[in-house]
Antibody
Framework: EVQLVESGGVVVQPGESLRLSCETS????????MHWVRQPPGKGLEWVSLITWDGGSSFYADSVEGRFTISRDNSRDSLSLQMNSLTTEDTAFYYCVAERKRIWDYWGQGTLVTVSS | EIVMTQSPATLSVYRGERATLSCRASQTVSRNLAWYQQKPGQAPRLLIY???TRATDIPARFSGSGSGTEFTLTISSLQSEDFAVYYCHQYNTWPPGTFGQGTKLEIK
C-alpha cells in the first residue's frame, strides 16, 4: 500500500521557521520527482516546490522563492520542506505529492501550517 | 503564467444525471491536463491525466476530453460519492504549472 505521511504542521508566529517532513512507503521513492502543494483552508491548490528524483534540481513558486528549501533523502524515502520567514499568507494545508512521467499519482493527507500572531 | 479557468464555479445536479465540467487554458497546454477530485477533509485524488486517460481504479463513468485550450470532465450517472470539488491542472509548463480554481459539484 502506498503511503505518504506529512508531519510538522503547527501554529507559528510571523517571521518564524518550520520544517515539514513527508515519510513515504509502498513505492520506489527514487523513481519519482516530489512536490509540495499547498491549499489555504477553503481555497484552491497552489504548487509550492519540486525536487527531481535524484535531488539534483529543485524549483520554487515565486511566492516562496528564497524562503523555502526542499530536500529529500532517498536512503530514507523521505522528503522535507524547510520554511523560513513565514507570513500569514503561508497558512495552508501542505501536501507532498509523488510524480512520475508527469503523472501526479500519489498524494499525502496533508499537514496544516498556521501562521498567526 | 498559464491561467486555468474552470466553469461553472458550482454545479448542481441530480443523482443519476450527467455532469459536465469545463476547464479553459489561457494558452495551449496540448494534452498535458489532469483532473483531480477532492472531498472535504481529504487530499486531492487523481482522476484523469493526459486529458483523457483514467488513473488507476477510477470508474469508467469519469471521462476526460479536449486538447489545446479547452477541456471537459464528464461524469455520467452521478453517484452520491461523486459530489466533491474538482480541479483541473495543466502541466505543460515545467516546473509544473497551474491549477484551476475548482468546480464544486453538489446535489440538486
Amino acid at each position: 500500500e502506498v503511503q505518504l505521511v506529512e508531519s510538522g504542521g503547527v501554529v507559528v508566529q510571523p517571521g518564524e521557521s518550520l520544517r515539514l517532513s513527508c515519510e513515504t512507503s509502498g513505492f520506489t521513492f527514487d523513481d519519482y520527482s516530489m512536490h509540495w502543494v499547498r491549499q489555504p483552508p477553503g481555497k484552491g491548490l497552489e504548487w509550492v516546490s519540486l525536487i527531481t528524483w535524484d535531488g539534483g534540481s529543485s524549483f520554487y513558486a515565486d511566492s516562496v522563492e528564497g524562503r523555502f528549501t526542499i530536500s529529500r533523502d532517498n536512503s530514507r524515502d523521505s522528503l522535507s520542506l524547510q520554511m523560513n520567514s513565514l507570513t500569514t499568507e503561508d497558512t495552508a494545508f501542505y501536501y507532498c505529492v509523488a510524480e512520475r512521467k508527469r503523472i501526479w499519482d500519489y498524494w499525502g493527507q496533508g499537514t496544516l501550517v498556521t501562521v498567526s500572531s | 503564467e498559464i491561467v486555468m479557468t474552470q466553469s461553472p464555479a458550482t454545479l448542481s445536479v441530480y443523482r443519476g444525471e450527467r455532469a459536465t465540467l469545463s476547464c479553459r487554458a489561457s494558452q495551449t497546454v496540448s494534452r498535458n491536463l489532469a483532473w483531480y477530485q477532492q472531498k472535504p477533509g481529504q487530499a486531492p485524488r487523481l482522476l484523469i491525466y493526459g486529458a483523457f486517460t483514467r488513473a488507476t481504479d477510477i470508474p469508467a463513468r469519469f471521462s476526460g476530453s479536449g486538447s489545446g485550450t479547452e477541456f471537459t470532465l464528464t461524469i455520467s450517472s452521478l453517484q452520491s460519492e461523486d459530489f466533491a470539488v474538482y480541479y483541473c491542472h495543466q502541466y505543460n509548463t515545467w516546473p509544473p504549472g497551474t491549477f484551476g480554481q475548482g468546480t464544486k459539484l453538489e446535489i440538486k
